[in-house]
């Protein structure tokens, strides 16, 4: 137990955006699961447009404190100031569909305490189904990687870590290992360490700020790294259709070349991108890519900068406030 005063040691942060469906099974979950840690939590919901904001107003968690925005201000801006309302000295990112077992934020912390230059660290993840989900972490995106992308490569050997290295081929997540990214689906990092970093790059609406973050934590000296023995179940992908997520997720990609490769590596990554984009597009005309080539003007160009700070609105009053 904490003394009178002290600030809990985990802060678990969860982004909500039309989460209803999964939100009070994470929460109920996470507050019965036996961690011997104190810890808080902090809902940020993303201008819900379902019954989220009621579902968690109506659950007994403990220590649990809800804001809304009155914008879905994306998922780092919302983590930033979900982070931002918190105070424990480890800083854990939950998505809403995540079921987190017994033991997992336990595993997670331990394994942190035992091994100071490691960060971000994620878990193990499951399907509901009991097979394991690989998208607990990836790869570094690379220019190979890309070119793999392009010529169709690392769809045609989804399994080699050669020609699909972001995949990283077929290990089943079941050691410890040093990856390039760590999904911020559940994610643990020391809050000097997020305070150093600056939180999430909030340029990135929605996916590629993790692997982002992932990139710069090692230009700071640690490692990301995944530890087996903290275990959750992930559904994925819930608040996103397939063509809209797809979009999503390239212009996340361009982001991060623009953001971390030199000017030539940029100006091959982007035609490579939509090389493959437009090669998958002609190979499986019944699949969601031909509309994603159509919609290429959304994700030809990285998204546009946003600076660090209290998300505000345009007459200048900040967009988050406690419910």
């Known amino acids: 137990m904490t003394g009178l005063g002290e600030p809990p040691q985990v802060s678990v942060v969860l982004v ?4 209803a469906e999964h939100i009070g099974r994470c929460l109920t979950a996470m507050a019965n699961d036996g961690t011997r840690r104190t810890r808080e939590f902090v809902v940020l919901d993303n201008a819900s447009t379902d ?8 659950l007994s968690v403990p220590a649990c404190r809800l804001y809304v925005s009155s914008l879905n201000l994306g998922f780092a801006s919302g983590a930033n100031a979900g982070v931002a309302q918190s105070t424990g000295r480890w800083v854990l990112l939950v998505n809403p569909d995540a079921v987190v077992a017994p033991g997992a934020v336990d595993a997670l912390v331990d394994f942190a305490e035992q091994h100071p230059d490691a960060g971000p660290i994620g878990g193990r993840t499951f399907r509901p189904d009991g097979s394991v989900d690989p998208r607990s972490c990836w790869g570094r995106q690379t220019l ?4 793999c992308f392009a010529t169709g490569l690392s769809s045609a050997l989804r399994r080699s870590t050669r020609f699909n290295p972001e995949s990283l081929g077929v290990w089943g997540r079941d050691s ?7 999904t911020g689906y559940f994610m643990l990092i020391r809050r000097a360490h997020w305070d150093a970093l600056g939180g999430l790059d909030p340029t990135f609406f929605m996916y ?18 995944i530890t087996p023995t903290a275990v959750t179940q992930h559904s994925g992908g819930a608040s996103s259709v397939d063509d809209d997520r797809a979009v999503m997720l390239l212009r996340g990609r361009l982001t991060l070349m623009d953001r971390h490769w030199g000017r030539l590596a940029r100006r091959l990554g982007r035609l490579l991108i939509r090389a493959g984009v437009l090669l998958r597009a ?5 699949s969601s890519w ?4 159509r919609q290429r003007a959304q994700w030809t160009e990285p998204y546009p900068v946003v600076s660090r700070g209290i998300p505000r609105d345009a007459a200048g009053a900040p967009v988050v406030r406690a419910a």
């Open 16 to 19: 909500t955006y039309n989460s």
């Open 51 to 58: 019954d989220t904001v009621a579902v968690v107003r109506a």
């Open 144 to 147: 190979w990687s890309t070119f």
């Open 176 to 182: 410890v290992r040093e990856v390039g990214t760590v």
């Open 208 to 225: 590629g700020d993790d692997v982002d973050f992932s990139e710069r934590a090692r230009r700071l000296g640690l490692r990301p790294m």
């Open 282 to 286: 002609v190979a499986a005309p019944r």
């Open 290 to 293: 031909p509309l994603v080539w």
